[in-house]
Each structure stands twice: as C-alpha cells, then as structure tokens.
C-alpha cells in the first residue's frame, strides 16, 4: 500500500488543493493531507479551524485523512508511514520552489519520494493569499473555495473589521 502525504498551511483551504488532493487519491491507496500548524508567514485561521475547514471538504473521500503537524515534512512523513509527498504546481514559479524543496527532502529523506501534480487550468489563477485579499475587500471567492470556506471567511473578517484589526498581507492584488 502507497501512502502519501499532501503537507500545506491550507489557510485557507480551496479548490486548487481539494483538486489536487482526490487526484493523488485516485493516484495513492491513501492521502493524508497534513495541515501544517505554524508556517512562517501570517496566518489568517488558526490550525484547528483549518484542520475543521480541511476535514469538511473530504469528508466524502475515505481514503483521505486530515491531520495536523509539526517539524519536518519529512518526518512527518515517516510518522504515518508516507513514502510519498504530494506537492501542487500552478505556474512556472511553483516549479523552481518545489524543486528546491523536493531536493531537500531528498537529502532529509533518501526514501520519501516527490510527486508533483499539475493543477487543473481551471484552477491556476488560484492562490491563498489572493483569496484572503479578495474575501478581506469584500469580493466573491465563491468560485474559488467551497461555500462553508467562503463563509468562515466572511465571518473571520467581520472579526477583524470589528476589532479594527487587519491581518496585514504584504502581497497586494490592490497595486
């Protein structure tokens, strides 16, 4: 049995990663999509939500589980038995990044292979950062998320409007 393991911050979650996800469960016997609980960058859900948000979205997918993790990847890996990790590619910048990673994981773990899938063009445009940047201006990310992701967006910005709190993004679809 091949067991592979999707790591990401998945914050949020959305339909770029739920396609990649049940195309490498159709790939693998099982996917583990490992919400990664404290990424270096600024984080608009906490793990639990995303581990909730995540969950959500595969319920209907058996041989996809969803767990959180820390450390590694690679020792993650190891952990629930993956001898796979799972990586999504969207534009050519994800391939130099992904390629980096992919070779230093090699390094960590001789073992564990990368595997890299294309998105589906439908879903290229796609990113976390320009989903929040969308949802924290008001804007439609229905087609870009699933509804109960676009609703915990709505609410978690009506938090931090209430707050007067702004999550900060240094990526701007603004400019």
């Known amino acids: ?6 790591p990401g911050s998945f914050d949020p979650i959305h339909n770029g990663h739920i396609d990649i996800a049940v195309r490498a ?16 960058k600024k984080l608009l859900f906490d793990v639990e939500e995303r581990l909730a948000l995540a969950r959500l979205c595969f319920a ?19 952990v629930v038995n993956a001898t796979v990790l799972v990586r999504g590619l969207r534009v050519f910048s994800d391939f130099e990044l992904e390629f980096r990673m992919g070779l230093a994981n090699k390094k960590l773990a001789p073992e564990i292979e990368t595997v890299s899938i294309m998105t589906d063009i439908q879903h290229i445009y796609i990113s976390s950062s320009t989903i929040r940047e969308i949802a924290e201006l008001g804007g439609d990310v229905s087609s870009m ?20 709190d702004s999550p900060g993004y240094t990526i701007s679809i603004r400019d």
Not at 60 to 78: H, L, M, Q
């Open 145 to 164: 998320v699933p509804p109960f992701v676009a609703d915990a967006l709505k609410r978690r910005f009506a938090e931090l409007r209430a707050n007067q």
């Open 1 to 6: 049995m091949v067991r592979a393991l999707y």
């Open 25 to 40: 469960a159709r790939i693998f016997e099982e996917v583990v999509v490992g919400v990664y609980d404290f990424p270096k």
């Open 60 to 78: 209907d997918t058996p041989n996809i589980e969803v767990a959180k993790f820390s450390g590694f990847t690679v020792d993650y890996a190891r």
